[in-house]
């Protein structure tokens, strides 16, 4: 695989941040057919079977950028630190539920790592563009696999379980936890999916949100099944 490697003698090049929106969305969207670009870091595909396919670019600390990808549901409630709930149901509001990281992001293990990674710090608007190419390439030898396993409600249900279990999930927000019980409930168990809440609240969301909040929840993912 080509590396872009920087020679410390080579002039550098920082690519400005809305030049780099235009250089994605000229880039990457013709390589998504049936995705629309959010004329920001999102790609997003039409609902179907109550979810759609989300692309995602993810900024990094200093000039890099990954690759995510993942689904959003139009079930699933969201909340802020003051646990103000809403949905991302529509075109705007798109965002990342059930997700994953380019493999070996937080463990380092070499032979896991897939970078996925590009950086708008390099030498020449033309490696920029390189680097964008070769880092959503890499994506997209992941994606496309893992959309085919999992872009239906029963494939998402065997995925967040398996996330449930993966400790290089358990950096993602909304925790697969979470999403895993309001996927129960989509699934038509509704219970599962109040044990699975309970014990997402119990481990880990009951430490910092109100008791209030909890009700709300038990509410919206009782509503799942209807």
Request: with cysteine; proline share 8%; glycine share 6%.
């Amino acid at each position: 695989m080509k590396k872009f490697m920087i020679q410390p003698s080579a002039p550098m090049y920082e690519m400005p941040a809305h030049q780099l929106k235009d250089l994605l969305a000229a880039v990457v969207t013709p390589e998504l057919p049936g995705f629309t670009c959010n004329g920001t870091y999102i790609w997003y595909a039409p609902w179907k079977d109550h979810c759609r396919k989300v692309i995602q670019v993810y900024p990094l600390k200093g000039f890099s950028a990954i690759f995510q990808w993942g689904l959003c549901f139009d079930f699933l409630p969201v909340f802020s630190s003051s646990g103000y709930l809403r949905y991302q149901r529509t075109d705007k509001s798109v965002g990342l539920h059930l997700f994953c990281w380019p493999p070996g992001h937080w463990n380092s293990v070499p032979e896991q790592s897939v970078s996925c990674r590009f950086s708008r710090f390099s030498r020449s608007p033309e490696d920029v563009k390189a680097q964008v190419l070769q880092a959503f390439h890499e994506a997209q030898g992941l994606f496309v696999p893992w959309f085919q396993n999992c872009c239906d409600l029963p494939g998402a249900l065997a995925e967040a379980r398996r996330q449930c279990t993966d400790p290089a999930f358990h950096h993602n927000w909304p925790a697969p936890d979470y999403v895993y019980a309001f996927l129960l409930a989509a699934n038509g168990d509704v219970q599962a999916g109040m044990e699975a809440l309970e014990m997402c609240w119990t481990r880990q969301l009951g430490q910092s949100f109100p008791e209030a909040l909890y009700d709300r929840l038990r509410t919206r993912l009782q509503s799942c099944a209807g």
